[in-house]
């Protein structure tokens, strides 16, 4: 079974990474999308995420699916709520026995997440305005 999961609090690295090694693979890939402190020339301050309901479902989907496609482990953490610059907002991971199907595996399931669970953004800029993204 996959480790996927949606939450509000900081994400356990260490989890995600345990959860894709095994003795037969010789490539772990790490992905650690951070909050950055701008976007569109704007300086950021913060991000707020917001889910689905069942982004917890989706999520879980797109892993089964990539697994399946892939033959690879792959998990996957997204948190929502308040976030500040430094924070993990997603960490994801795969193993395989070569790097080069772990860092396909590992690009694929991002943009898949990005695309497809309903998550969404509101970006908090210095000047005091505020975005949503991903609506």
């Known amino acids: 079974m996959s480790y996927a999961l949606i939450t509000d609090l900081p994400i356990d690295e260490d989890a995600v990474k345990a959860a894709v090694q095994s003795q037969t693979a010789g490539a772990v890939v790490l992905f650690h999308g951070i909050i950055r402190n701008h976007d569109g020339g704007q300086a950021v301050n913060s991000l707020d995420y917001s889910h689905h309901p069942e982004a917890q479902g989706f999520l879980e989907k797109i892993l089964a699916e990539e697994e399946a496609r892939t033959g690879l482990k792959l998990a996957a953490v997204h948190r929502v709520g308040a976030l ?3 924070d993990a907002a997603l960490v994801a991971a795969s193993a395989a026995a070569h790097r ?8 694929n399931l991002v943009e898949r997440i990005k695309a497809e669970v309903p998550i969404w953004k509101r970006q908090h800029f210095s000047s005091g305005s505020s975005e949503w993204v991903g609506l």
């Open 84 to 86: 500040s610059v430094g």
């Open 100 to 107: 080069r199907e772990a860092f396909e595996a590992i690009e």
